[in-house]
Nanobody, 126 residues
Framework: QVQLVESGGGLVQAGDSLRLSCAAS????????MGWFRQAPGKEREFVAF????????LYADSVKGRFTISRDNAKSTMSLQMNSLKPEDTAAYYC???????????????????WGQGAQVTVSS
């Protein structure tokens, strides 16, 4: 059974930093591209960041580029999202997602991903 478990969310002030982690089990982690998405209340889920199965490439949403950094540790089957200079508009539930590197597709679309975590809440106060 595949499980993706996010951790590290919380309540912070604008300008602070936070690090989210995603622990994967039940899958061959190195065979999966990984992504982070977020969903704010009343809004659709949106792409945040993506990393290839090797960790050699990354993509970011324009809204987080330069502030967020995605990384992965294939030996530990974990992925992280370092979030710096947080803004109130970053407030959302953050989800990690996995997609087989064979599946292809648009990595910015949530329909590309086959496995999802339960989400971690990030709240940024002004």
């Amino acid at each position: 059974q595949v499980q993706l478990v996010e951790s590290g969310g919380g309540l912070v002030q604008a300008g602070d930093s936070l690090r989210l982690s995603c622990a994967a089990s039940g899958l061959t982690f190195i065979s999966y591209n990984m992504g982070w998405f977020r969903q704010a209340p009343g809004k659709e889920r949106e792409f945040v960041a993506f990393t290839t199965y090797t960790g050699g490439s990354a993509l970011y949403a324009d809204s987080v580029k330069g502030r967020f950094t995605i990384s992965r540790d294939n030996a530990k089957s974990t992925m992280s999202l370092q979030m710096n200079s947080l803004k109130p508009e970053d407030t959302a539930a953050y989800y990690c997602a996995a997609a087989s590197f064979r599946s292809g597709g648009d990595w910015k679309r949530d329909s590309t991903y086959s496995h999802w975590g339960q989400g971690a809440q990030v709240t940024v106060s002004s």
